[in-house]
């Protein structure tokens, strides 16, 4: 990619950020910064006027307990956007915040923002069209799982297999890359909210007791696993009986949820599995070495990562910070633009355009 003087000026001086866009958490970015937002991406809209109450934190609190004229949504769903309108609102807001926190006055930032792995190009040109309404200069897309391989330190330029898992809420993305480039990559649509569901499941079923999606989610982060534990815990959750209709509450154990969960969780590892079917022996030899690294929220399953070890006889290992792995890939690839520039994804034109 080549850039004109007027760009290489305005890219010493603009504010240059990397956005995580995620179904669950939206993190922004800032060159020479690091992550300065890390939000619940959640809304909460007054349905008369259409107009965002609240966003991040805030809005994540409200859900569940909002009066008649509020709705609280998440604008993304399975990795996509699902609300345009409150999905801009949303970044606008977020590339505000992150832009007044420069002292000096400085042109509208560029902006390289993850998308999953395998969506539609009307799903990308939203990603896109969003960023730049939100007042983004210039948009360039990357690979959520590319983002995280960068993000994990993953050697991904080299001539040498390595290979990403990344569980978000919405979905979970496979990549195996080389030299720079993706070799394969799937996505599949269960991930943590896939858990979460399950979870509500169970429990309405096991014990006639609904719960909100907030405590089962607080349930799978307490006790929720992918493999037996060395001491099996227990938790509490609270939710109305549906036979008394009054409040409940009971104790469930983590051999219970990891039950409740499996049939999501063995999906999830069969996706992966698939995608090391169709990986060349080369490429197969090199993970041998590296292992699979695991990101995203998601991935912290208690066990997940010995689950994974067990099942693929590779070596699978948590990331750090897993959760902030694709924001930090995004910031890699701004830091040195013309290195990364060829992992960006092209918009495919559309008629009329
Ligand atoms: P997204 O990229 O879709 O925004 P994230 O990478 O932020 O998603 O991950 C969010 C998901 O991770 C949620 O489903 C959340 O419940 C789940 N999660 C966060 N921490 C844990 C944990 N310790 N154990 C299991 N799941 C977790
Ligand atoms: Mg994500």
New binding site residues.
């Given amino acids: 990619m080549a850039f004109s003087p007027f760009d290489w000026l305005l890219g010493r001086f603009s504010l240059d950020i990397g956005i ?1 866009l ?5 993190l922004i970015n800032v060159r020479g910064k690091g992550i300065v937002i890390n939000e619940p ?1 959640w809304v909460a809209v007054n349905k008369r006027t259409n107009e965002p109450i609240a966003i991040g934190a805030a809005a994540k609190e409200m859900v569940g307990r909002t009066p008649t004229n509020v709705v609280t949504l998440r604008p ?1 769903r399975d ?1 996509v956007i699902s609300e345009f309108e409150i999905t801009e609102a949303m970044l606008e807001y977020y590339i505000a915040k992150a832009h007044q926190q420069s002292i000096v006055p400085v042109p509208r930032p560029r902006v390289v923002i993850g998308i999953p792995a395998g969506v539609t190009a009307v799903e990308k040109r939203a990603v896109f069209d969003a960023s730049m309404a939100a007042g983004a200069r210039q948009t360039f897309l990357i690979e ?1 799982p590319v983002a995280a391989a960068l993000g994990a330190g993953l050697p991904i330029d080299e001539v040498r297999g390595s290979m990403v898992v ?6 979970s993305e496979v990549a195996i890359m080389s030299m720079g480039g993706v070799v394969n990559s799937r996505s599949l649509r269960v ?3 896939e ?2 569901e399950d979870i509500i499941q169970y429990i309405r079923n096991k014990y006639n007791i609904l719960i909100g999606q907030g405590m089962a ?1 607080e349930a ?2 307490a006790v ?1 696993s992918a493999y037996p534990l060395k001491e099996e815990r227990t938790t509490s959750v609270r939710g109305r009986n549906l036979i008394t209709g009054l409040p409940d509450s009971v104790e469930i154990s983590s051999i219970e949820l990891r039950e409740g969960i499996a049939d999501s969780v063995q999906t999830i590892i069969d996706v992966i599995k698939d995608s090391l079917d169709e990986t060349p022996p080369e490429i197969m030899a090199d993970l041998m070495d590296t292992g699979i690294c695991l ?4 991935s ?3 066990g997940l990562d010995q689950r994974l070890t067990d099942e693929l006889s590779f070596r699978a290992w948590l990331a750090e910070d ?2 902030s792995c ?1 924001a930090r890939g995004a910031g890699i690839a701004l830091e040195d633009f013309a290195k990364w520039s060829g992992l960006f994804v092209g918009l495919e034109r559309q008629p009329g355009q």
């Fill in positions: 995580d995620g179904t669950a958490n939206t991406s993304l990795g959520e990344d569980i978000g809420g919405g979905t991930a943590g909210d858990l979460d989610e799978k982060i929720g990101a995203g929220g998601g912290q399953l208690l897993p959760i694709v």
